[in-house]
């Protein structure tokens, strides 16, 4: 069966510092890979995307960067940390081109 | 934008009570989905419903979609205390590499 992890599941870094959140799916191949945004008692905003190894689509301009640097790994990085950046980040994975999301438990991210 | 917006944003039941949740949205969409939070957790992906389907169960949950009025709901039937969540609706336009969340419902059932 497949599974996805994601970690770390709390952070607290001070601003300017960097940011390394990993996530990894396991049992399927070529999976869609998202990084997902949530503001407290908000929906989901998505960040990126990718379809495939070294592709990544960004949907929101900001100093936030992702990478696949394997089929089945998806980082999401900071060099430089803002107070703005605190919020709940979920990864998710879907079969090709079925639209079914699986998400990560997600990582609380507080930037002090 | 094609972005779901659930209605109500909060709603209070009793145990044993049925709960439905609204979702309208803005433009043409290949499927709609809802997902399920706990709180602090990652989304549970509930049910999907195509874009030519009018209805869908699934246990005690029922979908329904109306692309004329561009909205679909979800319905929770004889709920239960562990049903307490958030829940989204997400659509899912031109592409299937993206899914576009509202802002959800957070349902509380009262024991």
């Known amino acids: 069966s497949q599974t996805i992890h994601q970690w770390p599941a709390t952070l607290v870094q001070p601003v300017g510092s960097p940011l390394s959140l990993e996530c990894t799916v396991e049992?399927?191949?070529?999976?869609?890979l998202y990084w997902y945004r949530q503001a407290a008692g908000r929906g989901l905003q998505l960040l990126f995307y990718?379809?495939?190894?070294?592709?990544i689509s960004s949907e929101v301009p900001q100093n936030l960067s992702a990478s696949r640097p394997q089929d089945r790994q998806f980082i999401l990085s900071s060099k430089k940390l803002l107070l703005s950046d605190s919020s709940f980040y979920l990864c998710?994975?879907?079969?090709?081109?079925?639209?079914?999301?699986?998400f990560g438990e997600g990582s609380r991210l507080t930037v002090l | 934008s094609q972005q779901g917006e659930e209605d109500p944003q909060a709603l209070s039941i009793q145990e044993g009570e049925n709960a439905t949740m609204n979702c309208s949205y803005k433009?043409?969409?290949?499927?709609l989905q809802w997902y399920r939070q706990n709180s602090g957790r990652g989304l549970v992906h509930l049910i999907l419903?195509?874009?030519?389907?009018r209805e869908k169960h699934s246990g005690r949950l029922r979908v329904t979609l109306d692309t004329s009025k561009k909205s679909s709901s979800l319905l929770i039937t004889a709920s239960r205390a562990a049903d307490t969540a958030s829940y989204f609706c997400?659509?899912?336009?031109?592409?299937?590499?993206?899914?576009?969340f509202g802002k959800g419902t957070l349902l509380t059932v009262n024991p």
């Open positions: 998710a994975w879907s079969v090709q081109n079925t639209g079914e999301l699986f």
């Open positions: 049992g399927t191949s070529n999976p869609n």
């Open positions: 990718s379809v495939g190894i070294g592709q």
């Open positions: 433009t043409s969409i290949n499927n």
């Open positions: 419903i195509r874009s030519n389907e």
């Open positions: 997400a659509t899912s336009g031109g592409s299937n590499y993206k899914l576009t």
